[in-house]
């Protein structure tokens, strides 16, 4: 097992015993595409199947599977967003790029959360424009 799982598994372990003594209502995995699992942290347990998927359970749910490979880390209470407005292809900047990467979700009628910068539930030519205005006004 490489040993960046090694850590993971060793701060989900460590995380999830914390929750005991602290009042945190969910554990959410952050994927690495941006999307999250959230649970309901009341009676929470963490099991692993095969050290590359946590086996989540709680009073809501039993036995929900976790594919470690896709988790970028996880946190206990609300997940901060820390994302930019704009960068769609999450390089870390707003710029001509980001407009390609909606223009390509706009032809292929792909639908990604991120391309979606004027909120509005639909990628579209008002978000190609949404990431200029970003761009000029910066």
Wanted: glycine fraction near 8%.
């Amino acid at each position: 097992m490489a040993p960046v799982k090694h850590i993971l598994l060793s701060l989900i372990a460590g995380l999830t015993l914390s929750a005991h003594s602290a009042p945190y209502e969910t554990l959410t995995f952050v994927k690495q595409n941006g999307g999250t699992i959230a649970f309901s942290a009341n009676e929470l347990v963490i099991t692993y199947d095969d050290f590359a998927h946590a086996v989540v359970s709680n009073d809501e749910v039993t036995g929900a599977i976790v594919d470690l490979a896709d988790v970028d880390y996880m946190c206990f209470g609300e997940v901060e967003d820390t994302s930019l407005k704009g960068d769609v292809n999450s390089d870390g900047e707003v710029n001509v790029a980001d407009i390609n990467a909606v223009i390509d979700m706009v032809l292929s009628s792909r639908f990604d959360t991120k391309g979606d910068v004027n909120g509005d539930g639909e990628i579209n030519i008002a978000d190609i424009n949404a990431v200029i205005d970003l761009i000029l006004s910066n």
